[in-house]
């Protein structure tokens, strides 16, 4: 399963690439597995502040409904607006073209909570 070694991971199969106060956000491919035949996805709105655990992303498919939870407190900077019309991007191009959003990072320390590769790694293979 293909993981890029430079970004933090949650254990809601979420991976976010940080560059200074800013995080985009996306689904791993292990979570693209679960998503098949997406038809629509609902993401929050530029300037929307959402805290941890907050719905960020509604993703609707043939056989079921799943929501996406905020791994940190920010400000939306940016959506990722191509999804809407292309939401197959998100299963097809998990880490580059299927990205959901960009936060601004209000709280650092959350940072602190998320996994480094290695450890999502471990955390998958017990599945």
Not at 10 to 24: I, Q, S, Y
Not at 26 to 32: A, D, H, M
Not at 88 to 111: A, F, H, M, N
């Amino acid at each position: 399963m293909e993981a890029p070694e430079d970004l933090l991971y949650t254990e809601d199969h979420l991976w976010l690439l940080v560059e200074g106060d800013t995080a985009t956000v996306g689904v791993t491919e292990y979570l693209e597995e679960d998503l098949e035949e997406i038809t629509t996805i609902e993401l929050p709105e530029e300037g929307d502040v959402l805290e941890p655990g907050d719905t960020m992303a509604t993703t609707r498919s043939l056989r079921a409904l799943l929501e996406m939870y905020s791994p940190l407190s920010g400000e939306v900077l940016e959506v990722n607006e191509a999804l809407k019309e292309s939401p197959e991007w998100l299963c097809q191009s998990p880490y580059e073209d299927g990205w959901l959003l960009r936060l601004k990072i209000t709280v650092p320390g959350e940072l602190e909570d998320l996994m480094d590769y290695d450890d999502y790694q471990d955390f998958i293979d017990g599945f």
